[in-house]
């Protein structure tokens, strides 16, 4: 691993949100982070199923790098260390997909899509006749604002989200450890909001600055907080908010699953959206033979990738 897992250099200074070094670290627990030095962006190499062999997959929810024109070259450099790769696109990644397939040749193909917010656009058309109604109703209840990142707010965030586990029965990558949360506060980029009833901090969400562009990352909402409508409060406050500090462009996501589907998060960040964008599922073999030997037994007619991780 040592041939993968590289130094991190000065020139990623300045980095945010999924494109810095910060948040790969994050989520490090669940491979070595492995720094990609031409196209500027991070992979989470572990071991396949056979130990001595390792793959990698970009940084969850979204692989983001500076250069894609450069990814495919620093993919080749890493065929003699890696079995295969795979990611999901940044949906405001500056790449076509002729060079996508090109640099992803096995697996290439739309996953979701994703809801954005042009924020040079009123929120008061922008928003659903719906999310304006409710955002009124919570603001007359609750408080909103911005906040100033410390230790007693990362523990009302440890509290929230420890309830939206519990709700959703979230596992896997996309619930976060302590450890992950305490690195993911040091993110650059990275902005609070938070909602109260009263004393109480009823829900939060967190956002990632990217250039022009602010990234949803994650909201938790206690019990309280869902009666309230919290969630509506906080979108209303912090789209204006990223407006008004001149930011372009709001990703909000996809709904959740796979699929489109009209299931609640998908209305609701849709009441947001003036628009969608794709995202790309990519994947590459680097070492072929040894992907058909660990392959040999996956189950049969499952369109996965890598076949040998199917379940």
């Not at 939206?164 to 979230?170: D, K, M, S, T, V």
Request: hydrophobic fraction near 40%.
């Amino acid at each position: 691993m040592d041939s993968i897992a590289r130094t991190i250099d000065s020139c990623h200074v300045g980095k945010t949100g999924y494109a810095s070094r910060e948040y790969a670290e994050s989520l490090a627990e669940f491979g070595a982070v492995c720094e990609l030095p031409r196209s500027e962006g991070w992979l989470l190499a572990s071991q396949t199923p056979q130990p001595d062999l390792y793959d990698a997959t970009g940084c969850y929810p979204l692989f983001s790098c500076r250069n894609w024109s450069s990814l495919g070259a620093d993919l080749k450099t890493l065929a003699e260390s890696l079995v295969s790769v795979r990611l999901v696109t940044d949906p405001f990644a500056e790449v076509d997909f002729q060079l996508l397939k090109e640099t992803f040749p096995n697996v290439c193909y739309e996953y979701k899509q994703h809801f954005v917010t042009d924020l040079k656009l009123p929120l008061e058309s922008v928003a659903s006749s719906h999310h304006r109604r409710n955002a009124r109703k919570a603001l007359d209840a609750v408080t909103v604002q911005q906040e100033t990142l410390n230790t007693t707010l990362l523990e009302n965030w440890h509290s929230l989200y420890d309830n939206l586990i519990r709700r959703h029965e979230i596992d896997g990558i996309a619930r976060f450890s302590a450890s992950a949360f305490a690195l993911q506060w040091k993110v650059p980029g990275l902005v609070v909001f938070s909602v109260a009833d009263g004393n109480d901090t009823c829900g939060m969400t967190l956002w990632y600055v990217q250039g022009d562009v602010v990234y949803y990352h994650l909201a938790a909402y206690s019990d309280r907080g869902y009666e309230l409508g919290a969630s509506f409060a906080l979108f209303w406050t912090a789209l204006k908010h990223f407006a008004e500090q001149g930011l372009r462009w709001a990703s909000l996501g996809a709904g959740a699953g796979v699929s489109a589907t009209a299931s609640g998060l998908t209305r609701f960040k849709q009441g947001w959206a003036t628009d969608t964008r794709p995202v790309y599922f990519c994947g590459r073999i680097l070492q072929p033979v040894e992907y058909a030997n660990l392959s040999g037994h996956a189950p049969a007619g499952r369109n996965f990738f890598p076949a040998y991780r199917a379940a």
